[in-house]
């Protein structure tokens, strides 16, 4: 039995505008694993974003969660009320938003923000114990008395035993366990000089830095999940470059899995061990990364796939899908992707498809269940 | 090493004052009335401890209306008082009253516009409603209702004025607050799973501040001049508690025969309310945490 983090069964989102209802989710199922990376990709508007908003428990009015569960840590996140979903945002899944700046307050210095997370979710009293240990095991790797050392090994011997009943924290120190962590926190997210970078304002760092930032706070409470919504599209290619290997380098040290939403696939080829494609609102090919970049399956996904710029090889036009994302208050009958398809038959305007195939490689179309005699035959 | 940081921190928050006042004294004017300012406010309290001549008690008949001299530098008023001491003392009513009208309307209007604004809805649409009631009459008329109702005592006035104020306030930072939490961060805070209140107070407070305190030293001149008018008009506590208006109210009349009384008194009002516009004006620009540094 595999360890799941997450898992999303049958998820169904609408939005109840005054020109109808859109289906921005329309029957989702996604499960994660436990420190894994995975991705969703899909076109602009194919509801991956709403995903994301969906398991965070964030739709907004007049969007609302209509069937379906998102299980984690055992407990249907649909289900719980206000204030327990509260406490599970940003210590149990914790998001990381497109545009850096407008997502931190511009106000506050990036120390007061990030000392804000540690302050409002972790238990301060145990931090500054840690705190203090941390503190005497510097000065103690900077000693040279031999009094003094034993001093310091005797104070840290006593605070590991406090570790376990900490006394009650007074507020002060608490700010300054907080501020100690959050430049830790930074100085993990390869940001040199934290003690100076927490001093300035969101405005006065580059998108990359805020960028690390926003993770840097995301990360903090070492949440079990971590949503990335399109977290390096606003970035340059180099440092998008940086933070994915970062986020990968950090999963492994803090042990979260973190499902990166994104429309790159080369994002996905880089860093996602599974990914799922998206299409109005529901999911259509399903599978490991390599196996989806070998065998793509959905022909989707082979349009998003051939229409990847490529440098090598002789220079061709560059092939795209033709027509765009459907409307989604008035979706096509049967298979939603079936105007768009080349290889739409009479069935697919009739009859909507169901998740086909094994476990490790689910397919949403006619092709490769009814329509499969037919697909063998062209392929031959 | 941890001493350092916090020496490092205390020492950026005075920097950042210092840069403010920088940054104030960009411009002359507005410089000048921040200084106007602050000795006003410095003189309001000295004066009830320093003053020359004694104004609570003491009338002289015999020496009312009296010119500029050596001893009366400004002359005399009506009662034979100083005419420096009873505007000195005057600054000190009228300062005090300013302030603790400023901060009455200020706690009103920011809770009620804040929860109004942040809730929305029902709740919202009653607290607009009271408040148009309340802008719906002249503010003078409605401070002298109120003033009225509550008695002649200065205190009184305060409460009437700032009975008058408060609906400007919540309505600003209603507005503010409606503007702030829409923005993406406030979403970025929701998802880190931080309380209704607690993106209130601390995250959207603050950033609605600025046009707050913008908006409190343009309207401090109003303050100051409808308690002006209100004892002018013969709402305040009489000659014992000396106030600009009050000596207007009681000089006008003799204006040609010892024209020291308006014009003194007059052009205090004038300067007061002068130099808030201008400091005003200037913290327009300098509130602004992104012209920092």
Redesign the interface.
């Known amino acids: 039995m595999e360890e799941y983090v997450l898992s999303v069964q049958d998820l169904k989102t609408k939005f109840f505008t005054r020109h109808g209802v859109v289906n921005a989710l329309d029957g989702v199922n996604l499960t994660i694993r436990k420190g894994e990376i995975m991705g969703v990709v899909g076109e602009t508007g194919c509801g991956k974003s709403v995903l994301a908003l969906s398991i965070?428990g964030?739709v907004k009015y007049p969007g609302k969660v209509v069937e379906g569960s998102v299980v984690f840590r055992g407990r249907d996140l649909t289900k719980l009320d206000p204030d327990e979903m509260?406490?599970?945002?940003?210590?149990g899944i914790?998001?990381v938003?497109q545009?850096p700046l407008?997502?931190?307050?511009?106000?506050?210095t990036i120390g007061d923000q990030l000392s804000?997370?540690f302050l409002?979710?972790a238990e301060m009293d145990r931090k500054v114990v840690e705190y203090r240990i941390a503190?005497a095991k510097?000065s103690l790797a900077e000693s040279t008395n031999d009094g003094q050392r034993d001093q310091l090994i005797e104070e840290i011997n006593t605070l590991e035993r406090a570790k376990e009943a900490p006394a009650k924290a007074s507020s002060k120190e608490a700010r300054?366990a907080a501020?100690y962590f959050s430049t830790e926190m930074m100085r993990l997210l390869e940001i040199s000089d934290p003690?100076r970078v927490a001093?300035f304002?969101p405005?006065?760092l580059s998108g990359g830095m805020r960028q690390r930032i926003?993770i840097a706070?995301?990360l903090a409470l070492e949440p079990d999940l971590l949503i990335a919504d399109e977290a390096t599209t606003a970035l340059d290619v180099t440092t998008q470059a940086q933070i994915l290997q970062l986020l990968k380098e950090l999963r492994s040290r803090i042990n979260s899995a973190i499902l990166i939403i994104t429309h790159d696939l080369g994002i996905v080829a880089q860093t996602c061990e599974r990914v799922a494609v998206m299409y109005a609102g529901k999911i259509v090919e399903f599978t490991q990364t390599r196996e989806l970049f070998s065998n793509p399956k959905h022909p989707y996904t082979q349009g998003l796939l051939s229409s990847v710029p490529r440098m090598s090889g002789p220079e061709a036009d560059l092939e795209w899908i033709p027509g765009s994302v459907p409307d989604m208050i008035n979706l096509p009958s049967g298979c939603t992707f079936h105007p768009r398809c080349p290889f739409a038959q009479k069935l697919c305007e009739q009859e909507a498809p169901e998740m086909l195939g094994e476990t490790s490689h689910l397919v949403r179309c006619h092709l490769y269940g009814k329509l499969q005699a037919g697909r063998q035959a062209y392929e031959k | 090493m941890t001493n350092q940081r916090t020496v490092l921190r205390t020492r950026s928050r005075t920097k950042s004052i210092i840069s403010t006042l920088r940054l104030l004294r960009e411009n002359k004017l507005v410089f000048s009335g921040f200084l106007i300012v602050v000795a006003a406010l410095l003189v309001a309290v000295i004066t009830p401890f320093a003053i020359p001549y004694s104004v609570n008690s003491t009338v002289h008949f015999t020496d009312k209306w009296l010119p500029s001299s050596l001893s009366h530098p400004l002359g005399t008023d009506d009662l034979g008082r100083d005419l420096l001491s009873v505007i000195l003392w005057g600054t000190s009513t009228d300062f005090t009253a300013l302030v603790v009208v400023l901060g009455i309307a200020l706690s009103i209007g920011i809770l009620v516009g804040a929860t109004a604004g942040y809730l929305g809805g029902k709740f919202d649409e009653a607290i607009m409603r009271v408040t148009d009631v309340f802008l719906a009459f002249p503010s003078l008329i409605l401070a002298m209702t109120f003033a009225a109702i509550l008695g002649h005592a200065i205190i009184n006035l305060t409460i009437a004025i700032a009975l008058v104020y408060w609906p400007d306030i919540s309505r600003l930072v209603r507005g503010q607050v409606i503007a702030e939490k829409s923005k993406p961060y406030i979403e970025s805070l929701r998802a880190s799973g931080m309380s209704r209140y607690r993106i209130l107070y601390k995250h959207i407070l603050p950033n609605t501040i600025q046009p707050v305190m913008i908006q409190l030293t343009f309207k401090a001149p109003w303050v100051i001049i409808t308690l002006a008018g209100l004892n002018f008009l013969g709402f305040g506590p009489g000659p014992f508690t000396p106030d600009w208006g009050q000596l207007i109210s009681n000089g006008y009349a003799y204006f040609f025969e010892a024209p020291n009384v308006v014009i003194f008194s007059g052009l205090a009002l004038l300067i007061a309310s002068l130099s808030f516009n201008l400091l005003g004006d200037g913290l327009r620009d300098v509130l602004d945490p992104r012209l920092r540094r």
């Open positions: 965070m964030l509260r406490k599970i945002r940003g210590s914790a998001m938003f545009d407008t997502f931190l307050n511009p106000v506050f804000e997370v409002f979710h503190k510097e300054k501020w003690e001093k304002y405005h006065e926003m706070m995301a």
